[in-house]
């Protein structure tokens, strides 16, 4: 079950449209160059968590790809009607909201942009409990390119992840469940959908690591969420440079994400590493309080 809710000059509350039967242009930039932007949130019993650091990130996002964005007022009602509409058809309960804007169809002078709510999949996080298989895989670019090369939009949210999904269907068939990106010079990035997060426990102080911004990854927003309830916590936070040793020899890793939150790395390369589920279920609970 799908919802799906256009923003449309003509229908200030949004307009609803069948997920089942065509929308989109063949046309339309976003499908035949992925030109456009995206952002994926979770709702919860009706209202979107973390929706101004969403938003934040789309605009960045928006910049970065020369778009012509939609007022944040315009999105927020129409993730409105899209979780109205689905909790009337699936009830209250936990929910994927996505957030897409094209630059619209082939020679148009609009964007196009919509909303697209459903429930979260039954199991998706219950797959990741156990702890995740990870393949380091190099992304093909060194961690300094970002600010060299800011056409290739590093650390913008685009459509164009053919890429990222090639690298874990790479993984599975390699015997894995997910993808560490790093780059050519050696540093920790990313993952496909996902930001790394790593802890260190040394004299009685824990310590939240990340990689640097400036590397070119896309800025998380669960990172930063926990992050902030972690120092709040408590706990030390610092950023990169990260390299792959530092994943080997810390504490616990995670995988964290809007909708998975946080999934546990127990093996690097087939080479198993920490982990701690006492650590995991601490931070799961700051994070699901910071939400």
Same mark, same amino acid.
């Given at each position: ?5 256009? @923003?449309? $000059? ?16 063949? +046309? ?7 030109? =456009? #932007? ?9 209202? *979107? ?10 605009? !960045? ?6 778009? #012509?964005?939609?007022?944040?007022? +315009? ?10 509409? &689905? ?5 209250? =309960?936990? *929910?994927? /909201? ?19 709510? !459903? %429930?979260?999949? *039954? ?8 702890? &995740? ?42 015997? *894995? ?11 920790? @990035?990313?993952?496909?959908? !996902?930001? /790394? #997060? ?10 939240? &690591?990340? $990689? ?8 998380? +927003? ?36 809007? #909708? ?16 701690? %589920?006492?650590? +995991? ?11």
């Amino acid at each position: 079950m799908t919802v799906l809710v256009f @923003l449309d $000059p003509e229908f200030p509350e949004g307009r609803l449209a069948e997920a089942d039967v065509p929308q989109l242009r063949a +046309t339309d930039l976003g499908a035949t160059r992925g030109d =456009g #932007i995206f952002e994926s949130m979770l709702a919860v019993d009706g209202a *979107a968590r973390k929706m101004e650091a969403h938003l934040d990130r789309m605009e !960045s996002s928006a910049q970065a790809l020369d778009l #012509i964005a939609p007022e944040r007022e +315009t999105w927020e009602r129409a993730v409105a009607t899209a979780l109205r509409e &689905l909790t009337v058809r699936e009830g209250n =309960g936990e *929910a994927v /909201v996505k957030l897409l804007l094209t630059r619209g169809a082939e020679g148009a002078d609009s964007p196009t942009a919509w909303v697209a709510a !459903s %429930p979260v999949p *039954a199991g998706s996080r219950e797959r990741t409990a156990d702890g &995740l298989a990870v393949l380091l895989l190099d992304r093909g670019y060194d961690s300094t390119l970002a600010d060299r090369a800011p056409w290739l939009l590093l650390g913008a949210k685009t459509l164009s992840y053919a890429v990222n999904m090639a690298a874990l269907r790479y993984a599975k068939a390699n015997g *894995a469940d997910d993808v560490i990106f790093t780059s050519s010079d050696g540093k920790v @990035l990313e993952g496909p959908t !996902s930001s /790394v #997060i790593l802890a260190v426990e040394e004299d009685g102080q824990k310590t939240l &690591l990340t $990689p640097e911004l400036e590397s070119g990854i896309l800025p998380g +927003t669960t990172q930063r969420a926990l992050f902030d309830a972690a120092e709040a916590a408590g706990w030390a936070r610092g950023y990169g440079p990260l390299e792959p040793a530092h994943l080997m020899e810390a504490d616990a890793v995670w995988l964290v994400s809007s #909708i998975r939150l946080l999934a546990p790395v127990t093996s690097i390369d087939g080479t198993p590493i920490s982990s701690s %589920p006492a650590l +995991t279920e601490e931070l799961t609970a700051l994070l699901r309080g910071a939400l």
